[in-house]
């Protein structure tokens, strides 16, 4: 016995001599539990969907609504909502889900503080933030939503621009900026070009590219196991390519017209304050939002063809169920309304039918000072984020592939191919 105890312990001198380690026998380390982890931006974060939770801030600590007028940097504004796609989607396997995306991020969010740019809110980076869900669990689903605000466009700003032309053009007259501005303020639709540029669309995907590529090389170096799927989605456009009919005109004024404040208030309640000619630029955006997720895809699969990453397309997703899509919008729509406040008051304006311009300038300012009170306008509200969540389920059981497509039919069912 004495002398099986001696070539035992020859053998393992020799092992840690070599540099291999030693396997003790005893109870196996417990398995960490699997999580699910969502990164990106409002489209993710589930900005528009409610029941926001508390954020933990930079400090580390946990920020709860700090009231109307509070700061729009503070973290809660990140808006976390509960009813966000990650949390509704059914994912067999995942013991917990984290929401660590965060309302207006950039791609620059991802590996550094968001408070290190201008307007970015107080928390620490999403890598870091990664990182922390790691050392407690094994992270097997990661959903990312990225490249709608960047460097050289934001998704706020493009729907601000479009909004606001309409409204200057259904409020005031051409005299009215003759006889006292002295100049033009922009009253016409959107083109294409307003919204984003082939330049800076494609200087956004290498932005985006870059930061995809840090959160690649963060999951292979703190995953438990060293396996997940990444899913890749991308943004759905909360109005149609044409409204109803019955938003078309309103007594006998359509929107090329001159002022037409009463089609201007009926769009505004039914949540589409837009021209109808700026509609199809707003779907060239959100192709090209489409394009930049699937070429950064391309670029990453050809680097890391062994790794688990596929496109999810959602801008179907919503077909038929955009708001003013139907008569009685926004009711049905899985998207949230354009909505503003008069004032940090809490109160949304839900009609602006006789409004002034002048009443018009003052909710359009406080859009302006405390973002915070119309930031949600234009997102998937619970509804839609109920459907993003089977769109992620779907891509998530599909067999591998480059891209899977999530389509809304007429009985609102999905097609996910």
């Not at 589930?46 to 007028?69: I, L, N, R």
């Not at 999951?219 to 078309?248: E, M, S």
């Amino acid at each position: 016995m004495r002398l099986l105890q001696s070539a035992a312990a020859v053998v393992m001198l020799l092992a840690s001599a070599a540099g291999i380690q030693a396997v003790q026998s005893g109870p196996a380390q417990a398995a960490l539990p699997t999580a699910a982890v969502a990164l990106g931006d409002s489209f993710i974060s589930g900005e528009g969907a409610g029941d926001y939770q508390p954020v933990v801030d930079a400090s580390g600590t946990a920020q709860a609504f700090p009231g109307w007028s509070a700061a729009n940097s503070n973290a809660y504004f990140c808006h976390r909502s509960a009813n966000a796609s990650v949390f509704t989607a059914p994912l067999p396997g995942i013991q917990q889900r984290f929401n660590l995306a965060c309302s207006g991020a950039q791609p620059a969010d991802i590996a550094a503080p968001a408070s290190a740019r201008d307007e970015g809110r107080a928390v620490a980076s999403q890598l870091d933030q990664l990182r922390a869900v790691a050392r407690t669990h094994d992270i097997d689903v990661v959903l990312v939503g990225l490249g709608s605000n960047n460097t050289q466009f934001t998704f706020g700003d493009v729907a601000t621009l479009c909004a606001n032309r309409f409204i200057a053009d259904a409020w005031t007259g051409w005299w009215e900026f003759w006889a006292y501005l002295k100049g033009e303020v922009p009253q016409r639709p959107c083109t294409a070009s307003d919204l984003a540029t082939d330049t800076e669309v494609a200087a956004a995907t290498t932005e985006t590219t870059a930061a995809l590529r840090q959160i690649l090389d963060t999951l292979d170096q703190i995953d438990a196991d060293g396996t997940h799927q990444v899913i890749l989605q991308t943004y759905t456009n909360p109005l149609p390519p044409d409204v109803a009919p019955q938003y078309y005109d309103e007594d006998g004024r359509t929107d090329t017209r001159d002022k037409f404040r009463a089609l201007g208030a009926e769009r505004y309640a039914a949540g589409c304050p837009i021209h109808r000619a700026s509609l199809a630029p707003g779907h060239v955006f959100s192709q090209n939002l489409g394009s930049l997720v699937k070429n950064a895809y391309a670029t990453l699969a050809a680097e890391r063809p062994a790794a688990d990453l596929r496109v999810l397309d959602v801008q179907r997703a919503f077909d038929g169920a955009r708001l003013c899509e139907n008569p009685g919008s926004p009711a049905g729509a899985l998207a949230t309304p354009v909505r503003v406040q008069d004032g940090p008051s809490g109160t949304f304006i839900t009609s602006l039918s006789g409004w002034d311009k002048i009443g018009i300038q003052r909710a359009a300012n406080t859009c302006v000072t405390y973002f915070q009170t119309c930031q949600e306008s234009w997102h998937p509200n619970a509804a839609g984020h109920t459907v993003l969540g089977q769109c992620l389920a779907g891509a998530l059981a599909a067999a591998p592939r480059t891209t899977v497509t999530c389509a809304r039919n007429p009985n609102g069912t999905l097609t996910i191919s």
